[in-house]
């Protein structure tokens, strides 16, 4: 595709969107009107819009596609499962093998509790610590993404900074109360953590952090002194994997960092592209919810219609099927590593200060030359330049959410990467 290909269907449907849906759009982001998409369909790497344009993919539905689109193990499973049922609420041996598949996987698993959605898994995530401990506070890390919940809303993209641990609420309408049990500390200043907890430890009920937060790599020691912390004051640890669970490695970040939380959040990838998530770690905690519990303390309720329904759970066992073969993290890591390198590269030939940052099939560029190890640092970065980047990605054919992280899959051939670093190339001449 090149920026001359009429996008007159795309631009149509784009003016509907805007009478019909609350915002414009479905979530909380849209593309710029200049360069309308409107998807109709995916394969494997591959997304068209409603106007035929094919586009190489590297959204990949925010996360989830890590197999790529219509991927045919999950395509017959879920077939086959809507002719014998959809939804049930009740337990099915649907959910029963997808739950004992990733209790065996996740280090931190004992035990697990299904949701449908990322924001309710850490939502409930956070009631559970804090119903485990009796405590009010929570830690959540500067910059960090756990959903769409009033807790979680805190600090995410702050357009203005304030000392920590005062976060500030990224939406209207959120109770004080709910503002002031958080805390906010800083990705990888471990002392910084380990000042808050010390004033606040015996009031804290969970650290909660993205053990990649974005696109940030945990520097060596940060999540294992969390760890720490968490144990010295008695607070839960939490890890939000729904966007590195089964994706860094088989166990997820735990896995691959090699520290164990109290509790994780599950997603995304785990699911195949359904919306699914979950709630894994300590059975102590997890047991929390049992029913037997209801009307005596303690007692956490944790529930929902389409929890473990049995279309998600076979979407879900078929992705793990394919997720444990030979090599599958291997060819990940190589992927993301080549493109990783290739856009640094790019960013040397043009002279354009870039830095492609991330871990596994997880990027993001940035515009700077500083270190890049917490939220504050990306602010130091040209934010305008990373939009107007992303922006002429899209023209030449390649789907991105502009600004934000690059998700690779499975799906992704080395000519796709090639096709990227080729339209990186003319986005960034573009730029200068």
Known sequence: MTSTTTASRSRAYQERAAKVFGGGTLSIWTLPDDVPVILTRGQGAQVWDVDGREFVDYHMGSGPMLLGH??????????????????????????????????????????????????????????????????????????????????????????????????????????????????????????????????????????????????????????????????????????????????????????????????????????????????????????LTHASRRGQAPYAWVGGTFNGNPIGATAGLAALEALAADGVYDRLHQLGNTLRAGLNALGEETGLPMQAIGDGPVSQVFFGTGPLQSYRDTLATDQTRRMQFGNELLRRGILVNPGEKLYLSLAHSDADLDQFLSAARGALQALH
């Not at 697990?112 to 956070?126: C, D, M, P, Q, V």
């Not at 009920?205 to 520097?219: C, F, K, N």
């Not at 939490?238 to 997603?267: K, N, S």
């Open 70 to 287: 219509c991927h045919p193990g999950i395509v017959a499973a879920v077939q086959e499962q809507l002719a014998r049922g959809s939804q049930f609420h009740m337990i099915s041996e649907q959910a029963v093998e997808f739950a004992e598949r990733v209790v065996d996987a996740v280090p931190c698993a004992e035990a697990i509790k299904f949701t449908s959605s990322g924001t309710e898994a850490t939502f409930y995530a956070l009631r559970l610590a804090r119903v485990a401990t009796g405590r009010r506070l929570v830690l959540k890390f500067e910059g960090a993404l756990h959903g769409s919940h009033d807790y979680a809303v805190q600090s995410t993209a702050p357009p203005t900074l304030s000392p920590y641990p005062r976060g500030i609420p990224d939406s209207d309408g959120i109770p004080t109360g709910a503002s002031e049990s958080v805390l906010i500390a800083e990705f990888n200043d471990l002392a910084g953590a380990r000042d808050i907890v010390e004033r606040h430890g015996k009031d804290l009920a969970a650290i909660i952090v993205e053990p990649l937060q974005r696109a940030l790599v945990p520097q060596p020691g940060f999540l294992a002194g969390l760890r720490t912390l968490a144990d010295t004051c008695g607070a839960l640890l939490v890890f939000d994997e729904i966007v590195t669970g089964f994706r860094l490695a088989w166990g997820g970040a735990q896995e691959r960092y090699d520290v164990t939380p109290d509790l994780c959040t599950l997603g995304k990838a785990f699911a195949g592209g359904f919306p699914v998530a979950a709630i894994c770690g300590r059975r102590d905690v997890l047991d």
